[in-house]
């Protein structure tokens, strides 16, 4: 939808009126309660408490849009484009963001309560004191995002990516991070009883002064509760760290950074490869074609003869 498109939209809507302009669309406390707008283009639109619940915004694009205070509760938002968005305050409860691209985006101090991110990009956003009760985050991509203090209790992060992720004082009470990626993930001071980190990649993460007092891990397809004294987890975890660490990988890698790195090399070495044979290709249908050629040539000599 283009942005004229979508102005029309909005004029029907009585959102605005009158003809489309080109600087930033106030829409500031607009009531757009169940409007369809998927595929809308609303770039750096005013939203601030805008109500959006049950709207249909998938893939509508958002970028730089402002929606602090915004009612987005049960809006789907699927593949929207919402990066560097500001949802400061924003109430998301059981929204559909999956696969969304929240990159950069403002989500301090939002309610993301029973929110679907199943794949999302949430790399490098703000979730400071965000609320995020009973939210699916499965395969979600969180590199470097900044969730100290967010309350994650329930929350299904199972094979999502925390690399280097803030998630000092973070409630993770409950929590799911089987096969996540935690790598240098600083968990200072956070709370993960009750939680599931089995298969989790903890490479160089920061655990001081975690509170557990149990986690549970499956064995032989039961949930096994498995108590802890204070500060026997920070210990144990710490030690499995610096053991993951030093242990040693096929073809030289000597950690699990290493081994992806060199998973990413050999990856791009077959790109290489494959360009080369299909140039490779190219030539060998050039020279089949000079042969064909060439040899149409020899018998029409040999025919005049």
């Not at 999956?98 to 929110?115: H, M, N, P, Q, T």
């Not at 210990?235 to 030093?246: D, G, H, L, M």
């Not at 990988?249 to 790195?261: F, H």
Request: net charge negative; with cysteine; aromatic share 4%.
């Amino acid at each position: 939808m283009t942005k004229e498109d979508t102005w029309a939209v909005l004029v029907g809507l009585g959102a605005v009126e009158g003809k489309s302009i080109n600087a930033r669309w106030d829409l500031n406390g607009a009531y757009l309660h169940g409007a369809h707008l998927s595929g809308a283009d609303l770039t750096e639109a005013d939203l601030t408490e805008a109500d959006l619940s049950l709207a249909h915004l998938t893939g509508a694009h958002l970028t730089g849009a402002d929606l602090t205070g915004a009612d987005l509760t049960g809006a789907d938002l699927s593949k929207a484009d919402l990066s560097g968005a500001d949802l400061h305050g924003a109430y998301l409860h059981e929204a559909n963001l999956s696969g969304a691209d929240l990159s950069e985006a403002d989500l301090s101090e939002a309610d993301l309560s029973k929110a679907d991110l199943s794949k999302a990009d949430l790399s490098k956003a703000d979730l400071t004191e965000a609320y995020l009760h009973g939210a699916y985050l499965h395969g979600a991509y969180l590199h470097e995002a900044n969730l100290s203090f967010a309350y994650l209790a329930g929350v299904s992060l199972t094979r999502a990516n925390l690399s280097r992720a803030n998630l000092q004082e973070a409630d993770l009470t409950d929590a799911t991070l089987t096969a996540a990626v935690l790598i240098k993930a600083d968990l200072t001071r956070a709370n993960l009883s009750g939680a599931c980190i089995d298969n989790a990649n903890m490479s160089g993460w920061v655990i001081k002064d975690v509170m557990c007092s149990h986690i549970l891990e499956a064995k032989s397809g039961k949930q096994i509760k498995i108590a802890f004294e204070p500060l026997e987890f920070e210990k144990k975890y710490t030690r499995i760290r610096k053991t993951a660490e030093v242990s040693t990988y096929p073809l030289g890698g000597n950690s699990m950074t290493d081994l992806q790195r060199l998973i990413e090399k050999y990856e791009k070495r077959m790109e290489e490869l494959e360009a080369q044979i299909g140039a490779l290709r190219h030539k060998h249908d050039i020279l089949l074609e000079a042969s064909r050629l060439l040899e149409e040539a020899q018998t029409s000599d040999v025919g005049s003869e």
